[in-house]
């Protein structure tokens, strides 16, 4: 074997014809070059070259010219949250996000926060905007239009993903959906290439992690490109009860999309299908608390209290304490066309049906040993959508121009029960809860854009879009449900105050209702080139959404739908932004930094807690902060990146408890929970050469500042913090060709990764219980999720 040595080529081309014939045919290969060719828009995520007309992350170039702020993680970013992450871990490592749940794999739900605006929910509130950012998977929205709410584990393989494209405020009108006010995040997966090929990676690791991804690309056949991608897993949580259970999750996706060109542009089709499900471990209390023991029975001999520093830290309640099992599921089928009407106009159309469905089954709870111990939640969605508009290319200026119509229904059905007084999942007992609404929504928008350049180092792009919500409320508990004889329901018509009183709940209105909103959004960025390198920006965007719908109160439930507004954002941005292929220490070198003004207004802040009943409150809040980001090649051989933010969020506005007799509490100037006040992350790739083997070691460390926390107590914002922690990183790959007979040139590569390295230990979640979760009579004391220990992997690939 030739002996080691240091490799410096000296042209990028060189270099990826060399990272070619190391690793031909890769199609997520995370080698650094070929990740830095992806993020420039040279080739496809495959190393095959690009087609026209598949989704791409917007290239260097593009986001060095573009009047907003965006961050696009390619595979060389996206590795570092490790073999099993869901997309929740990927988007981490963008600047100003903070993820908290209670997993560590890509089967568990997690709640995600960008520039302090919340998606997601990762088990329990106290987060303000409640699903106000959009998510997209290959252009389609996958955020459930009544709920605004998307599960992070319904894309739980993040092998298949390609890059990330994270967009900070509401964005360009013709990008925007309906629910964008703090911003939005585009998941590309692996799209149609020119060349066959394909990949398969095996993982395992710490806690008995499971994982296979693969995806085949059948290249140009007569015309049509295809990609089927996909992947499954299991494995074990990292906190064990004492009777041994490890709350074991699974999941599994697949995806499908297949391209044909003709003349006249390009027709694709494409489909997706994931499901997660899992055992949910339940908080744990940082400090013991009388009669809080691991066998719920305080009086049982033997019975250890359970909380962090009893029990253990990563602790959980046995199997026959405490069990809920949670299920989530999306599945959509969609199109695209492309079509060139002439020289300068594109005809593009969108079309897509989904179903998002979710299952939370919970048949043991000794803290709830009532007639609502059990729960049965089994709510569904079913969506359809189209997006049609029109792209002109014009001697100084692109304009765009259409809009989209979207049609769901939601039933929110839940059902809290005990068998001991004769219910079931279907039936309803006496004293028990329930839900079965209907939502019927219609969303509608219009826009135009104009992409100004005068000259080409000036880029105005104004933009104005028309909303419209309507939503229409029908409950259907008596039909949905059977009911234990004795059963007779409370109920309650927010629109008249009429109500009946009864032994068990029905948390929906018995009364109907329609509710219609509109309104108009404008918007207008600025992107000036000062330098060749250098570029400065500015915008000013506003965006409108309806109030998340669902739960277990809320609009039309238990709040008069006459009170129903529309939320709105208003976002302010400035910043510069760097772009050098090749000088000095900088090749493919961009970086970033941008001021933000946030105002949220007009919000229903309602905090959904464990037993589902919710907190409803009015306000407004304010973000302020920075975000920073780079990526650069000192040497051909060392990739570096880093993201940084620093968020201030106040509320301008918050008050609970107003009503016609009394005025209700201020806490106006208290800071949003879970923001935390600073985010760091920053990496290091380095390539070497060992013969024909490549070797890449990798380190990379991330930050979580402090953040305040939610009260149960007060139905409001905490002064109390959780501090802040951070994770060292370390992974090892090995990479070689290899060659087989009549198979051609292949590759395989061997990869250790370890997170957590030091084993830190903290809390990714913590809120101050009232004392309902366990049945306590005090309240005022934390609960938490920990987060993960030191854990390994190792995985082999095989690419061809």
């Known amino acids: 074997m030739a002996p080691s040595r240091h490799v410096n080529i000296k042209t990028n081309t060189t270099r990826k014809t060399l990272m070619a014939f190391l690793l031909s045919g890769t199609a997520f290969a995370p080698i650094l070059v070929h990740a830095q060719a992806v993020n420039a828009g040279e080739v496809s995520a495959s190393g095959a070259a690009a087609l026209p007309g598949t989704t791409k992350a917007p290239p260097q170039k593009k986001i060095f ?3 907003t702020t965006r961050r696009v993680l390619g595979r060389a970013i996206m590795d570092a949250a490790g073999p099993v992450a869901g997309a929740a871990q990927i988007l981490s490592y963008s600047p100003g996000v903070n993820i908290s749940g209670y997993g560590n794999s890509g089967a568990s739900k997690y709640t995600i926060t960008l520039d302090g605006v919340q998606q997601g929910w990762g088990g329990y509130g106290g987060f303000t905007g409640n699903g106000a950012i959009g998510v997209t998977l290959d252009g389609v929205p996958i955020v459930d239009p009544s709920t605004d709410l998307w599960q992070s ?12 494209t994270v967009t900070y405020g509401p964005g360009n009108p013709v990008d925007r959906w309906y629910n964008n006010i703090g911003g939005g995040v585009e998941f590309t997966p692996a799209q149609p290439t020119t060349k066959p090929g394909g990949d398969i990676t095996l993982t395992y690791g710490s806690y008995g992690q499971k994982n296979i991804e693969f995806d085949l690309r059948t290249g140009i056949y007569h015309g049509w490109s295809t990609v089927i991608a996909g992947g499954v897993g299991d494995g074990d949580s990292f906190r064990t009860a004492a009777d041994g259970f490890r709350s074991p999750a699974e999941n599994y996706s697949i995806y499908l999309k297949t ?42 001999a033997g019975s250890t209290l359970y909380s962090q520093k009893t029990s253990g830290y990563y602790s959980a309640l046995p199997f026959n304490t405490y069990e809920k099992f949670d299920t989530n599921a999306l599945w959509m089928v969609y199109g695209k066309e492309n079509i060139h009407l002439d020289d300068s106009t594109t005809l593009h159309n969108l079309t897509w049906y989904e179903n998002i469905s979710r299952v939370h089954s919970r048949i043991t709870d000794l803290y709830n040993a009532r007639p609502q111990q059990d729960e049965y939640n089994n709510p569904y969605t079913n969506i359809f959508g189209d997006k049609v508009w029109l792209t002109a290319k014009l001697p100084f200026n692109t304009l765009n121009f259409g809009g989209y119509y979207i049609h769901d229904t939601y039933n929110s059905r839940n059902n809290f029960y005990n068998p001991a007084d004769g219910g079931n999942k279907h039936i309803v007992n006496i004293k028990g809860k329930i839900r079965s609404s209907y939502f019927n929504q219609d969303d509608f928008a219009l826009f135009v854009q104009d992409d100004i350049h005068p000259i080409s180092a000036l880029h105005i792009t104004p933009g104005i879009r028309f909303v419209s919500f309507q939503t229409s409320y029908s409950n259907s508990s008596l039909q949905d449900f059977g009911f234990a004889p004795g059963v007779i329901l409370s109920t309650h018509c927010p629109l008249t105050s009429a109500s009946t009183k009864g032994n068990t709940t029905d948390q929906g209105a018995s009364c109907g209702a329609h509710e219609s909103r509109n309104g108009v959004e404008p918007s207008l960025s600025v992107n000036l080139r000062v330098l060749p390198w250098m570029s400065v920006y500015g915008s000013y965007e506003e965006a409108l959404r309806t109030p998340a719908l669902g739960g277990g109160g809320g609009l039309f439930q238990s709040i008069d739908p006459n009170s129903y507004h529309l939320e709105l954002g208003q976002e302010f941005q400035a910043g510069a932004k760097f772009h050098i292929d090749n000088a000095g220490f900088l090749h493919h070198f961009l970086a970033g930094v941008s001021y933000f003004h946030l105002r949220y207004a007009k919000q229903a802040l309602k905090f959904t807690l464990a037993n589902g009943n919710t907190i409803s409150a009015n306000g407004t809040s304010l ?29 301008t506005n918050y008050v609970t408890g107003a ?40 380190a990379w460390y991330q930050f979580t500042g402090t953040q305040n926390l939610f009260n149960n ?45 030091t084993n830190n230990r903290y809390n990714q979640y913590e809120y101050i219980s009232s004392g309902g979760y366990f049945g306590t009579a005090n309240g005022g004391y934390l609960l938490a999720y920990p987060g993960a220990p030191f854990t390994i992997y190792g995985s082999i690939g095989m690419h061809f």
Do not use: W
Not at 153 to 164: D, E, H, V
Not at 260 to 288: D, E
Not at 623 to 651: E, K, M, R
Not at 664 to 674: A, M, Q
């Open 65 to 67: 010219k573009s009047g």
């Open 259 to 300: 391209i044909k060109h003709f003349s006249a542009g390009n027709i694709q089709f494409g489909g997706y299908f994931a499901r997660s499900a899992g055992y949910r471990v339940p908080v744990i209390p940082t400090t013991p608390q009388a009669g809080v023991t691991i066998t719920g029975n305080p009086g049982q």
């Open 623 to 651: 973000y302020q902060g920075a975000n920073l980001f780079f990526d650069d090649n000192p040497i051909y051989a060392l990739h570096v990146f880093g993201n940084a933010s620093i968020v201030h969020a106040t509320y």
């Open 713 to 757: 107590m007060t139905g409001a914002p905490s002064r109390q913090t959780m501090p802040g922690y951070g994770t060292f990183n370390l992974s090892l790959k090995v990479a070689m060709p290899l060659t087989l007979p009549y198979a051609g040139r292949k590759s395989v590569d061997f990869k250790l990764t370890a997170l957590n390295v």
């Open 153 to 164: 584990n319904t894309i739980p393989q993040t092998g298949m993903i390609q890059s990330t």
């Open 659 to 698: 009503g016609s007799a009394k005025p209700g509490t201020s806490y106006n100037g208290r800071k949003v929970p879970y923001v935390p006040q600073t985010n760091l992350n920053i990496g290091a790739y380095y390539e070497y050469l060992f013969g024909s083997t490549l070797i890449q070691p990798r």
